[in-house]
Nanobody, 118 residues
Framework: EVQLVESGGGSVQAGGSLRLSCAAS????????IGWFRQAPGKEREGVSI????????FYADSVAGRFTISRVNSNHTVYLRMSSLKPEDTAVYYC???????????WGQGTQVTVSS
């Protein structure tokens, strides 16, 4: 069974930090790029960050560049999203997703809530 399980969400004050985890199982993790997305109430889903598997290249949305860091540990099939200097506008449900072919996500997690208070 394919699973992507996010964890690490919670409530934090503005300026604080959180680290999200995305634990994968049931597919060839090493062959997939992993992306983080978020969706705030009443807003469309937004891509936050991606990490490739081939060379470990990373990409960030302008809104989080310099504050968020994505990383992966293939040996334990986990991708992390370190979020620092959090802002109230970062409040959303955060999802991870696995992509085999660039541009098309194959598997999605259930999401973890992040709430940033001012």
């Amino acid at each position: 069974e394919v699973q992507l399980v996010e964890s690490g969400g919670g409530s934090v004050q503005a300026g604080g930090s959180l680290r999200l985890s995305c634990a994968a199982s049931g597919f060839a993790f090493d062959d997939y790029a992993i992306g983080w997305f978020r969706q705030a109430p009443g807003k469309e889903r937004e891509g936050v960050s991606i990490i490739k598997t081939s060379d470990g290249s990373t990409f960030y949305a302008d809104s989080v560049a310099g504050r968020f860091t994505i990383s992966r540990v293939n040996s334990n099939h986990t991708v992390y999203l370190r979020m620092s200097s959090l802002k109230p506008e970062d409040t959303a449900v955060y999802y991870c997703a696995a992509m085999y072919r660039w541009g098309s996500y194959d598997y999605w997690g259930q999401g973890t809530q992040v709430t940033v208070s001012s």
